[in-house]
């Protein structure tokens, strides 16, 4: 599990063909503290497991279901990706919990400057819309932050300066494509929800015989 709490901006070394899907070598600078092989690290959101380490840089096995899904289809060599080890059992929990199973990608549509704080909105599929609530939390390249605004087309996140400084969002352009994880609570509510209307709808009398 992780937080959504990037540690670092590492850079990609490498990408090569690998296993019907591909290998990233992925230098990790200040992350490289205490990982070994088979240990997990989201990259750029995406849960993947160190499969070699050759001093602070570490190879990672990406499935054709994980490139279908995020990003990491298009990474190449130079490319920097936000880092973050999973959190250890006795470690600070800071943001919100994102497990690194990416859910779709999104697409940046605006950018605006307000004051030190910058807006950004993101277009995303009506799937992914469903699973996010004003005030609720989400994983924009593995950084948790919070819906601001949201509506039928996308939703907007308020960055504060550190947030832009210490993350891949500094470098980010109107139409660049973000992996983007919704929050797991929603999600469960939501199929517990779907699991009590069946198949005509939550109506009064279903909550009752269910206890409500």
Known sequence: MFTGIIETVGTVR???SGGGGQVIAVELGQAAGGVRPGDSIAVSGVCLTVSRLAGTAADFDVSGETLARST???????????????????????????LGHVDGTGRLAAMEKRGSFTEMRFAVGAELLDEMVMKGSVAIDGISLTI????????????????????????????????????????????YISKLAGGGGLTVEKLREHGF
């Open 72 to 98: 990491l289809a298009a990474v190449k060599a130079g490319m920097q990706v936000n880092l973050e080890r999973a959190l250890p059992a006795d470690g600070r929990f800071g943001g919100h919990i994102v």
């Open 14 to 16: 490498a990408v090569r």
């Open 148 to 191: 601001s605004e949201i509506d039928e087309r996308g939703f907007s996140v308020a960055l504060i300066p550190t947030t832009l400084k210490e993350t891949t969002l500094s470098r980010a352009r109107i139409g660049d494509v973000v992996n983007i994880e919704t929050d797991i609570l929603i999600k469960a509510v939501r199929k």
